[in-house]
């Protein structure tokens, strides 16, 4: 039974930690490409969607004023779109290493609250 125990803890606390750490890596790495975080800060300044109109030929002011106005439009609506994108993806990306953190700290204190629970159980059935 001792040997039972003991390996169960060297398991728990060396193999099973490995483990949790790289569940956790993968899923910082998936919400990190989900949310495609590099993609969005390389293409910062494009247009939404590729969005736009093409500059007209010639000499037409008004014309040129209005395809730049508009795609200058496009390009704010795309800088606003994409900022709040990465931080949903910023916030989600800090959550999920919150709750790794948290799965963490249940891992490490989960023997020892199973044992103070079955000895609170023990207690409890012989009063």
């Known amino acids: 039974m001792i040997t039972l125990v003991t390996s169960y803890l060297y398991w728990?606390?060396?193999?099973?930690?490995k483990d949790l750490w790289q569940h956790l890596r993968n899923f910082l790495w998936f919400?990190?490409?989900f949310f495609s975080i590099p993609v969005?800060?390389?293409?910062?300044?494009?247009?939404?969607?590729r969005m736009g109109e093409a500059y007209p030929r010639g000499?037409?002011?008004?014309?040129?004023?209005s395809t730049f106005f508009i795609n200058s439009l496009m390009r704010l609506i795309g800088m606003m779109m994409r900022f709040?994108?990465?931080?949903i993806g910023l916030f989600c990306l800090s959550a999920t290493f919150a709750l790794g953190v948290i799965a963490f700290i249940i891992w490490l204190a989960?023997?020892?609250?199973?044992?103070v629970v079955l000895f609170s159980g023990f207690r409890l059935l012989f009063l």
């Open 110 to 115: 989960l023997p020892w609250f199973s044992l």
């Open 12 to 17: 728990h606390y060396t193999e099973a930690l």
């Open 84 to 87: 709040f994108l990465i931080l």
């Open 59 to 65: 000499l037409d002011i008004p014309g040129f004023l």
């Open 31 to 33: 919400v990190y490409h």
């Open 40 to 49: 969005l800060f390389h293409t910062f300044f494009a247009p939404w969607r």
